[in-house]
């Protein structure tokens, strides 16, 4: 059923739509149409598991979300900024080209699966598999940032861009629990603030200590995802941060037999 | 260390007739032949040949020939040559096997004991010469009802993507060919009004206006990827498995990733592009809906959405568990299907053969009624039409081939694919080699075979005196078995002949 658009305009051009009761289509294709009609600034509300949330739109708009988005929020985008209110679910910016998503809370699992492009900032945790596949080309070079901690398989196959995990949400003196970080590493980098064991990491990677213009580059990033949640960056750099990188390009280069 | 390998193949050479012209010596990327200035010879190195009759062909006096290295081993069926040589290799580099095309086994190819039905008398056969017979399929979901009211139909179909013949190109990757091979399956494919599929590392921006007849694939790796891409094609296909490698990952190694496949793949020069076995989003069919889905909002539902799956044991309820994942299309890649590279342990023991696999898919999608929410597309060795009107009768709506589209451009089937070099121009990305792959005339050739093809189907649909090839899928009263087992005939859903 086509929905038709029937939304108050608020001040600021912000314009409102309520997505109770609509499902997943249907919300995606009042966001089509209002975007197709010029509009820039959406705000979604009591948002309740709908899927693939901006998804299509393929334009600088922002989109603000109040609720909880379902799966696949921002899978594809290339362009739209997404700030959700609260917790998203899983496969949040799936491939995604470019734009930004900001969350409020946790993500769940492959949370920047095979993202290329764009920033994604989570200021709580975040579940299993995430960033896998993440890779970057040209000027193009994704950002994943996670306030807390991660589950297993945290970057594994990762290709290319950033991985930084703040462990903010963990106790003094408590370690990441992730185990298998890093896996199938083969370009790209991890900076993961707090305590690992060796075993926690997969077999292709290497710990490196930052270098100046590591920490620059951290540094940018972390006064970016302080100003989104309001913390005080210079506290979370006083910590000290390690550096994964992997080993090789080519981890399987000697598998095979000519 | 020393190699114990013997060559597998031995270059024979007329010295009558060698003129010294050095054709041999520049035709042979695997550089077998080799010029001696100062005793003005041409020299052979029979363990770099791999078989690929480039230098026969090509050499103007018709001097050299190439055979296989009759070096006797001890005759035993157990202990083959192959496997002695394979042990060899490995016992030297402690390395998985690589290989390239399809399965060269000798599995039982059921294509050739199934025999075809003619009308004889009794409901007449039709003349294809004089009378309109028709090709023309339509890939897509069709819905379960039609409601018309009036003139008009009211339900809403999902999109509809027609061919002139039931024949597409299968995914064979810019990276695995060169980008004349794609470029000349691209317009081959415009022109006979059918599709080619990009394989799965993205689509060449030369190609983007091919897009109308471009089914581009979303795989493991997501390589090339993104809203333009999907936009840009005609059908989306989410590749999960391959018949050549069922369950694993692909890799395309980092020596293959040249300037033009890495923008093209929009991953860095020289790293390696790994695909991972499993897609990390897809852990069921409930995810596997999820990108579905995802695609179909992508595109705002214009584009029907392929899952192609290699043939295995369970790939009847695997079909169905897809069928109801919302795609519109599933895609079946059987035992005997290529690769430009695999492990060949995979490639040789993995996976069922395509003919089964049509035949339980089909089966199962009627049982549960859900056949028409899907189309059929069958691949894997795909040899002649004859295997393309079998594979209609037992149940696919359309074929896939790719070797039999590379045969046409000129690949001798040596199954080098993997090491990049390919003197046929082909399975390469040097550029000294892929030039030589001409693609006007390489597109005349794939036309010309997908135009034979389609006059013999419609020969023998007018011999069955069916019109239409939309009469015939699923007519498996068309089919005969000979020589089968009553097991593989129940399978098959075929009677024996005669009987």
Known sequence: MKQTVKVKPSTNEKIVVDAKGKDTKQLNEILRQLVA???????????????????????????????????????????????????????????????????????????????????????????????????E???????????????????????????????????????????FIGTGMHGGVIYLRGNVAPHQLGKEVSILKLTKEDLRELRAYVEEFASHF????????????????????????????? | MKTLLPPEFKIIRDEAKCIKCQVCVRQCGFEVHTYDEEEDVVLSNNAKCVACSRCVKFCPTSALNVIKN??????????????????????????????????????????DHLVLNASQVTNPPIDPLREPMELRTYLGSKPDQLVIKGKHVKTKIPPQVPIETPI?????????????????????????????????????????????????????????????????????????????????????????????????RMIPKGTDALSPA???DIYSIEDLAQLVYALKEATNYQKPVCVKIAAVHNSAAIASGIARAGA????????????????????????????????????????????????????????????????????????????????????????????????????TQDPYLSKRLNPDLATQRLINLLRGWSLEIKEMLGGMGINAIESLRGNRLHLRAVGLTQAEMDVLGVRQAGA
């Open chain 2, 168 to 264: 597409l190109f299968s995914a064979m990757s810019y990276g695995s060919i060169s980008l004349n091979a794609q470029l000349a399956l691209a317009r081959a494919a415009s022109e006979f009004g059918t599709l080619w599929n990009t394989g799965e590392g993205g689509l060449h921006k030369e190609l983007y206006k091919y897009g109308s007849t471009t089914i581009v694939q979303v795989a493991s790796g997501r390589f090339g990827v993104h809203p333009d891409y999907l936009y840009a094609a005609r059908v989306l296909e989410i590749k999960i498995g391959q018949g050549a490698k069922p369950g694993i990952g692909g890799h395309l190694p980092g020596e293959k990733v040249s300037s033009p496949v890495s923008r093209t």
């Open chain 1, 37 to 135: 009609q010029g509009h820039t600034h959406i705000e979604l509300k009591n948002v309740f598991g709908q899927r693939y949330i901006g998804t299509d739109l393929r334009k600088p708009v922002q989109i603000d979300i109040y609720g909880t988005p379902g799966n696949d929020l921002g899978s594809f985008i290339e362009g739209p900024r997404i700030v959700v209110h609260g917790n998203a679910q899983d496969g949040c910016g799936n491939t995604m080209n470019d734009g930004k998503i900001v969350i409020h809370g946790h993500a769940g699992d492959i949370t920047g699966f095979a993202m290329r492009g764009g920033k994604i900032f989570v200021r709580d945790d975040v579940g299993y598999r995430v960033a896998i596949h993440m890779k």
């Open chain 2, 70 to 111: 009759p070096l006797s081993y001890r005759e035993n069926t157990n202990w083959r040559q192959e496997v002695i040589h394979d042990i060899i290799k490995q016992a030297e580099t402690g390395g998985v096997i690589l290989t390239g095309m399809g399965n060269d086994k000798p599995y039982p190819i059921y294509w």
């Open chain 1, 137 to 179: 080309y040209k000027g193009k070079k994704p950002v994943l940032v996670i306030g807390g901690t991660a589950q297993d398989f945290l970057g594994e196959y990762i290709a290319g861009g950033i991985l930084i995990v703040l462990g903010l949400t963990l106790k003094r003196d408590e370690k990441h629990r992730a185990n």
């Open chain 1, 230 to 258: 309001h913390f005080d960056s210079e506290e979370i750099m006083r910590e000290k941060f390690i550096k994964l990188l992997p080993l090789t390009l080519r981890p399987y280069g000697k598998l095979y037999a000519y």
């Open chain 2, 328 to 427: 519109d299309i599933i895609a079946l890649d059987g035992l005997r299907g290529g690769t430009g590279a695999a492990p060949k342990i995979i490639r040789d023991n993995v996976g069922i053969p395509i003919e089964l696999a049509i035949a339980s898919v089909d089966t199962r999608l009627r049982q549960e009624g859900i056949r028409n929410r899907v189309s059929l597309i069958a691949a894997g060795g795909f040899r002649s039409s004859a295997d393309v009107i079998k594979a209609i009768a037992l149940g696919a709506d359309a074929v896939y081939i790719a070797t039999a589209a590379l045969v046409a451009m000129g690949c001798h089937l040596c199954q080098k694919c993997y090491t990049g070099i390919c003197n046929w121009g082909i399975a």
């Open chain 2, 278 to 280: 499993p897609h990390h």
